[in-house]
């Protein structure tokens, strides 16, 4: 008999992406791990997405015939192309007043800063209950502009929020069947 457990994890098998494997020296793995570490959250897999897309740019900017280089933006020529990196560019953004990162095994979003309760939580929590932004801040002793933030951050981040729900999904039913749960990359 195969459990329910394992059925939704073979369901998530095979939806998920190609691995990809790459043979490479120690520091150029130390270097990725601390760049995804600094940009990308840790996700060692968006961090290596962004690299190729980066590199696919030069390539084809090169390829043109154009030059690629790097100056001042007070000293930027009247017509340039610049890439935008996916991750980069959110890492080097106005950080949120409220919510903070924290290292967790598998949880990516934010949490609310001094609390132990994630955005996505809180936003599902208040959709859950139907509060309103000024009842969640009285019932969680927060700002209302903390709460506002939140949902902010949980709607822009709806696939993250929706991937983390799975995964815990499939680690309470895990323990209550005792298998055992590969995490998903």
């Not at 457990?5 to 790459?22: D, G, I, S, W």
């Not at 949490?111 to 936003?123: D, E, F, M, V």
């Not at 929706?162 to 499939?170: D, F, G, K, T, V």
């Amino acid at each position: 008999m195969v459990s329910k457990c394992h059925q939704m994890h073979a369901k998530n098998e095979k939806a998920r992406r190609p691995r990809l494997t790459v043979d490479a020296p120690d520091y150029v793995l130390a270097n990725a791990r601390k760049t995804a570490d600094r940009y990308f959250r840790g996700s060692l897999s968006d961090a290596t997405v962004s690299a190729y897309a980066v590199f696919s740019w030069f390539a084809r900017q090169r390829s043109a015939g154009r030059h690629v280089i790097s100056v001042a933006s007070d000293q930027l020529p009247p017509a340039f192309e610049e890439p935008m990196i996916p991750g980069l560019e959110e890492a080097m953004q106005t950080k949120w007043t409220w919510l903070v990162e924290r290292e967790h095994p598998w949880i990516r979003q934010l949490w609310i800063k001094g609390r132990n309760i994630t955005a996505g939580s809180l936003a599902r929590t208040m959709e859950i209950e139907d509060w309103t932004p000024a009842r969640a801040a009285h019932e969680y002793d927060l700002e209302v502009d903390a709460v506002l933030e939140a949902v902010r951050w949980a709607s822009d981040h709806a696939g993250l929020i929706s991937a983390e729900e799975a995964e815990n999904r499939l680690a309470a039913e895990a323990a209550v069947t005792g298998e055992e749960v590969v995490p998903l990359p």
